[in-house]
């Protein structure tokens, strides 16, 4: 693809985009901006869910990865369904009782300050790498097809990648997300079913014939029971699914804004059920598409075409029809900007209620407050891609992953703690409990095949840095239980915070 038709192609998304997004959050106010002011329908939300969880790494990483790990996505696909029931009937009707802004507001009334502001800081730093991280490997994608051609630097691009970034979510924050994100779910499951059509059609494969290849081929084998040092080991990765669920979604600012924009706790647990099923089919279509990228290069001898590259270098240079690129460009813009999106709006919400504070400001303050901390995170996000750039780091799905082991660890032990047990803790040495988990889940990983035989630690390292958490917070209990459990009310957490 030329990058004339690359950049005409982006240009009528965005058109499309900014149009949605004017529409759906022209009379948007704070509540509108940080929870969509309560009124999603939840098959709205289920739709935008699907494509929310869902950046460009996904779009571009997952079909590629079929040559090392197979279907073993699946395994964790599984988990992920498990771990949505957990955040449905455990945390959706605790989050709505609390009537929360932001979820870390449960860790204020729960444990103190030190704690609250532990898990929100832990958050922006999981979210700012976790998107920078999946809007790097979309600037790459953007520099070689558009950018680099016409001599343009990488800086140039990750500037016009952000502000676009920013145009469509400094206006409606939540309120828009939800429209704009069932448009990327669109595009996106579209875009994968047409690229599946096209390519089989140039193969000269029936419905029945492609369904044949597929089952056939060495790259469909999705369960892993054999090898427990494996990395692909099914409960691994089960569990891991599971577990990364819950912190990535259930305990994410980003994905709960969404969730908790329904009316009630109900309808949102209908809308979690209904996305969490419908995603295990988008991903099965997308290793299905794997699958057939690399027969398809395999049968032409296309050089280079494996891993992140497979799927844009089939798609974009000439070997298929000109609408297989289109269709490319289309998914992958959809994807990428939209997660960045909902990531900045996340972002700029915990920065503001939860590290700034609002307490005893006016409307008119906390919105000139969130314009500003919109625009900030804007600027620190990219200049986190551009870090990225500078160290050559290209980050996949798998860096994604086990990036969240690391940086979601923490928040999960801290609200499982809370949870789970009536204790109160020293509060004031939260903070050293956190920084201590992960590094110490990196020294296990570091040396776990010389000190257990072998066995490599995968995406699992999650709940190992979850179990350190909560061991280390119950080396700070104290003495009497706390007087508030799993029954607060709103108005206390609102004084807290």
């Not at 965005?14 to 940080?34: C, E, M, P, Q, W």
């Not at 089989?200 to 054999?226: C, H, K, P, Q, Y």
């Not at 919400?349 to 303050?365: A, E, H, M, N, W």
């Not at 940086?407 to 809370?418: E, K, R, S, V, W």
Request: with cysteine; proline share 2%; glycine share 8%.
């Amino acid at each position: 693809m030329s990058p004339l038709s690359v950049t005409l192609t982006i240009a009528i998304y965005f058109i499309i985009l900014f149009t949605v997004s004017y529409f759906a959050g022209r009379k948007a106010d704070n509540a509108g901006f940080f929870t969509g002011n309560r009124r999603s329908s939840w098959y709205l939300v289920a739709l935008a869910m699907i494509g929310a969880s869902m950046s460009g790494v996904t779009y571009v990483s997952v079909p590629g990865m079929v040559a090392t790990s197979s279907f073993g996505y699946l395994q964790m696909a599984l988990g992920f369904t498990a771990g949505q029931l957990v955040i449905a009937y455990v945390l959706v009707p605790l989050f709505y009782r609390m009537n929360l802004t932001s979820i870390y507001e449960y860790l204020a009334e729960r444990f103190g300050l030190c704690t609250y502001h532990t898990g929100a800081w832990f958050f922006f730093i999981s979210k700012m790498l976790g998107a920078a991280v999946r809007l790097f490997l979309v600037c790459l994608t953007l520099q070689l097809l558009v950018f680099e051609p016409l001599h343009m630097p990488f800086l140039l691009n990750v500037a016009v990648t952000v502000a676009l970034v920013w145009l469509y979510t400094f206006r409606g924050g939540v309120k828009s997300l939800i429209w704009t994100d069932s448009l990327k779910t669109l595009c996106l499951v579209v875009s994968v079913v047409l690229c599946i059509v096209y390519i089989a059609r140039d193969m000269g494969l029936t419905a029945g014939g492609m369904v044949n290849l597929i089952r056939e081929s060495d790259m469909s084998r999705m369960f892993f029971f054999d090898d427990v040092n494996d990395k692909q080991y099914f409960f691994k990765q089960f569990l891991a699914g599971m577990f990364t669920m819950i912190a990535m979604t259930g305990l994410d600012q980003d994905m709960m804004q969404r969730n908790l924009s329904c009316r009630d706790s109900r309808e949102s647990q209908k809308n979690m059920i209904t996305s969490t099923v419908s995603q295990f089919f988008v991903i099965l279509l997308f290793l299905m598409l794997g699958v057939l990228l690399y027969t398809f290069a395999g049968s032409r001898g296309i050089e280079g075409a494996s891993g992140d590259a497979l799927f844009p270098l089939v798609a974009t240079g000439g070997y298929l029809p000109l609408v297989v690129g289109v269709l490319f460009i289309i998914g992958l813009i959809s994807s990428a900007y939209s997660a960045a999106g909902s990531a900045l709006t996340a972002l700029t919400t915990s920065f503001t209620v939860d590290i700034l504070g609002t307490r005893g400001k006016s409307d008119k303050q906390v919105a000139t407050l969130r314009k500003r901390v919109h625009v900030g995170m804007a600027v620190v996000m990219g200049l986190t891609i551009y870090v990225f750039n500078l160290l050559n780091d290209t980050s996949t799905i798998d860096a994604v992953y086990t990036l969240a082991s690391y940086t979601y660890g923490p928040i999960l032990g801290l609200f499982a703690f809370g949870i789970f047990t009536r204790r109160q803790v020293r509060d004031r040495y939260i903070p050293v409990v956190a920084i201590l988990s992960p590094a110490l889940c990196y020294v296990l990983q570091r040396h776990s095949e010389a000190w257990f035989g072998g066995y490599q630690f995968s995406y699992e390292l999650l709940i190992l840095n979850a179990l350190f958490t909560f061991i280390g917070l119950c080396l700070l209990m104290k003495g009497s239980k706390a007087k508030r459990g799993l029954d607060l009310d709103a108005s206390e957490v609102k004084r807290s915070t």
